[in-house]
């Protein structure tokens, strides 16, 4: 494949609140990377977010590419890079933090190498390394996983943060089990991925709270009961506290994919004694802790953010599986900025991938 020394790329800058469309040269890879012609790129709601910024933090540039969801082709390999594991040709997705590894490394050395803040750790489109919003991209080969058989680079591509994120909240930071009863706020790109990872899972009973009856609806159909869907927002609708004090019902445990005032604080007041709330959305900057609840119902709170190179490769075969069918919309690369805007203002029901029709 005849590779070019120029592409196109979106570029999240300190100050501007829209991607930014530039012509830049190819990057080329280290001895130990590869590099990707990027063939579908999944956006999130962490774009926004990282547009949205007026510092930034955990060592994000002040500019860099976006975009932590990219599936492609590998077109050229690493002067070290084992040929046995890794061929030009295979389809891979990238895992987002592979970590530096190095032993002083508050992260790695604890093996969460996606906490690892430092340079060449990957954090690709996060702010540290270049993203996958461009036409080609140069990652660690450690950080490329092969796509198995049966999952195309499209829902491929979401399975980095989309599918990883949720499946790793529910089974590892939640630890889910098969006789709990769990509430999840939210059911967008991420939030959705995590019910039906609680459905594979056999949890006994799932609660679920969105905004839009059109993905409550859906919730339905994939395995909720309809008396468990609520409609957060309407004053006509059942309430969940409402329903869960009335039918004494006990949430062991909350998961939070929108995380702002409202959806923190009803989860800290569902939760049973001892039960635990687990935040991965970052729709809100603050929120307020009711202090003599979670100290009397000695109530645990937990992050969760991304997952193992491991999760990662798990919720792949699952997909593979076909266990695990996350929904995508696809649109194109050209339109970005209207994806973003449409997706902060909650018009995305599914996740939406962007396909590489660039234009020249």
Same mark, same amino acid.
């Given at each position: 494949?005849?590779?070019?020394?120029?592409?196109?790329?979106?570029?999240?800058?300190?100050?501007?609140?829209?991607?930014?469309?530039?012509?830049?040269?190819?990057?080329?890879?280290?001895?130990?990377?590869?590099?990707?012609?990027? *063939?579908?790129?999944?956006?999130?709601?962490?774009?926004?977010?990282?547009?949205?910024?007026?510092?930034?933090?955990?060592?994000?540039?002040?500019?860099?590419?976006?975009?932590?969801?990219?599936?492609?082709?590998?077109?050229?390999?690493?002067?070290?890079?084992?040929?046995?594991?890794?061929?030009?040709?295979?389809?891979?997705?990238?895992?987002?933090?592979?970590?530096?590894?190095?032993?002083?490394?508050?992260?790695?050395?604890?093996?969460?190498?996606?906490?690892?803040?430092?340079?060449?750790?990957?954090?690709?489109?996060?702010?540290?390394?270049?993203?996958? $919003? #461009?036409?080609?991209?140069?990652?660690?080969?450690?950080?490329?996983?092969?796509?198995?058989?049966?999952?195309?680079?499209?829902?491929?591509?979401?399975? !980095?943060?989309? =599918?990883?994120?949720?499946?790793?909240?529910?089974?590892?930071?939640?630890?889910?089990?098969?006789?709990?009863?769990?509430?999840? $706020?939210?059911?967008?790109?991420?939030?959705?991925?995590?019910?039906?990872?609680?459905?594979?899972?056999?949890?006994?009973?799932?609660? =679920?709270?969105?905004?839009?009856?059109?993905?409550?609806? +859906?919730?339905?159909?994939?395995?909720?009961?309809?008396?468990? #869907?609520?409609?957060?927002?309407?004053?006509?609708?059942?309430?969940?506290?409402?329903?869960? #004090?009335?039918?004494?019902? =006990?949430?062991? !445990?909350?998961?939070? $994919?929108?995380?702002?005032?409202? !959806?923190?604080? +009803?989860? *800290?007041?569902?939760?049973?004694?001892?039960?635990?709330? =687990?935040?991965?959305?970052?729709?809100?900057?603050? #929120?307020?802790?009711?202090?003599?609840?979670?100290?009397?119902?000695?109530?645990?709170?937990?992050?969760?953010?991304?997952?193992?190179?491991?999760?990662?490769?798990?919720?792949?075969?699952?997909?593979? *599986?076909?266990?695990?069918?996350?929904?995508?919309?696809?649109?194109?690369?050209?339109?970005?900025?209207?994806?973003?805007?449409?997706?902060?203002?909650?018009?995305?029901?599914?996740?939406?991938?962007?396909?590489?029709?660039?234009?020249?």
């Amino acid at each position: 494949m005849s590779i070019p020394k120029e592409m196109q790329a979106w570029f999240s800058k300190l100050g501007h609140r829209e991607p930014i469309l530039r012509t830049v040269p190819v990057p080329k890879p280290g001895p130990h990377d590869v590099l990707l012609k990027v *063939q579908a790129m999944g956006v999130c709601h962490s774009d926004c977010y990282l547009l949205s910024q007026e510092a930034r933090s955990w060592g994000s540039k002040d500019e860099f590419i976006l975009g932590h969801e990219p599936a492609g082709e590998i077109v050229q390999l690493g002067s070290e890079v084992d040929s046995q594991s890794l061929a030009i040709g295979d389809k891979v997705v990238v895992y987002i933090i592979p970590g530096c590894h190095e032993p002083d490394c508050p992260g790695c050395s604890r093996g969460i190498t996606w906490q690892c803040g430092k340079d060449g750790s990957g954090n690709y489109g996060l702010g540290i390394d270049p993203g996958g $919003f #461009a036409e080609y991209m140069v990652v660690q080969a450690k950080a490329a996983v092969k796509l198995p058989e049966g999952v195309d680079v499209i829902s491929g591509s979401i399975s !980095t943060d989309a =599918v990883l994120t949720s499946y790793s909240a529910v089974k590892y930071t939640a630890n889910a089990q098969p006789g709990q009863t769990i509430a999840l $706020f939210g059911l967008g790109g991420v939030g959705f991925n995590a019910l039906r990872a609680a459905l594979h899972l056999g949890v006994k009973r799932v609660l =679920v709270v969105d905004t839009r009856q059109e993905v409550l609806d +859906a919730a339905v159909e994939a395995g909720v009961a309809a008396g468990d #869907a609520f409609l957060a927002g309407s004053s006509s609708a059942a309430k969940i506290d409402e329903v869960v #004090a009335k039918e004494s019902i =006990v949430v062991d !445990t909350c998961i939070d $994919f929108v995380a702002n005032e409202q !959806t923190i604080g +009803a989860a *800290q007041r569902l939760l049973r004694p001892g039960g635990a709330l =687990v935040v991965v959305g970052m729709l809100g900057h603050s #929120a307020t802790l009711i202090v003599p609840l979670l100290v009397v119902s000695t109530l645990t709170i937990k992050g969760s953010f991304s997952g193992t190179i491991e999760a990662h490769r798990e919720v792949l075969d699952l997909m593979a *599986q076909g266990v695990i069918r996350p929904g995508t919309m696809t649109g194109s690369i050209n339109d970005l900025p209207q994806v973003l805007k449409d997706l902060d203002d909650g018009k995305i029901k599914d996740r939406m991938v962007l396909l590489p029709d660039w234009k020249k």
